[in-house]
């Protein structure tokens, strides 16, 4: 149990579009989600904590009207990437929080953006 | 605030040989202590989770002791095989502002 399905895994697209990556979990509900982004062989850092039904809480120095966060379901957190340029690109991987866990996060599979 | 550091790799080993991967954290608190596992090309997965001192967490042959004394969590295995190539990261959790926070990670390669 406690799968995170992240999608898409890859996408490519031109600079100055907007992308979404959807991040479910699909056997359990997740009040909470997070979202990390990973640049090459760093580690990951959290750029925002996704709360259903409430705005999200970004970290310092993440862009919230760059970074779209939406979280209107208990099983669906959604991250846009607006008017992406070349430095967005990326690994975003998200996680979920079990409702009524304070641990562990479950991981999805990442999404690599490509921005060309 | 809130910090761990891990052994910096890349890590190279032989198949059958004797893994230890170094995580100290930073004492504040109570954290619980996690090891995550990156595969190429995927996101984390979670190896392995001690919550309080002096637990020892184990999965597939990987195992990691809580050491309060020395604030340690290393990762230990006996004997690697090739499919364990992969990236670990060692995380703390803190419970008063509930967020994760990750070593560096390292990255290991066992050549057979």
């Known amino acids: 149990g406690a799968v995170v399905s992240q999608h898409p895994s890859w996408v490519i697209c031109k600079s100055g579009t907007s992308v979404k990556i959807e991040c479910r979990s699909l056997?359990?509900?997740?009040?909470?989600m997070f979202w990390y982004r990973q640049f090459p062989k760093q580690s990951l850092m959290l750029m925002a904590t996704?709360?259903?039904?409430?705005?999200?809480?970004?970290e310092q120095g993440v862009e919230k009207d760059k970074f779209l966060i939406n979280h209107a379901s208990l099983t669906l957190s959604t991250l846009t990437v607006t008017s992406a340029h070349p430095e967005d690109s990326s690994f975003y991987i998200c996680?979920?929080?079990?409702?009524?866990?304070?641990?562990?996060?479950?991981f999805g599979d990442g999404t690599r953006l490509s921005i060309l | 605030g809130d910090s761990v550091t891990q052994m910096e790799g890349p890590v190279t080993l032989s198949e059958e040989a004797f893994l230890t991967i170094n995580c100290t954290y930073t004492?504040?608190?109570?954290?619980?202590l996690f090891w995550y596992v990156q595969y190429p090309g995927e996101g984390l997965q979670l190896l392995l989770k001690?919550?309080?001192?002096?637990d020892k967490g184990s999965n597939k042959g990987f195992e990691a002791t809580y050491r309060k004394e020395t604030t340690s969590f290393h990762l230990e295995k006996g004997s690697v095989q090739v499919s364990d190539s992969a990236v670990y990261f060692c995380?703390?959790?803190?419970?008063?502002?509930?967020?994760?926070?990750f070593g560096t990670g390292t990255r290991l390669t066992i050549i057979p």
């Open positions: 995380a703390r959790f803190n419970f008063g502002n509930e967020k994760l926070t």
């Open positions: 056997d359990f509900q997740a009040t909470t």
């Open positions: 996680s979920a929080r079990r409702t009524g866990d304070s641990q562990p996060q479950h």
């Open positions: 996704s709360n259903e039904g409430s705005k999200a809480t970004y």
């Open positions: 004492a504040t608190g109570y954290p619980s």
């Open positions: 001690a919550t309080k001192a002096d």
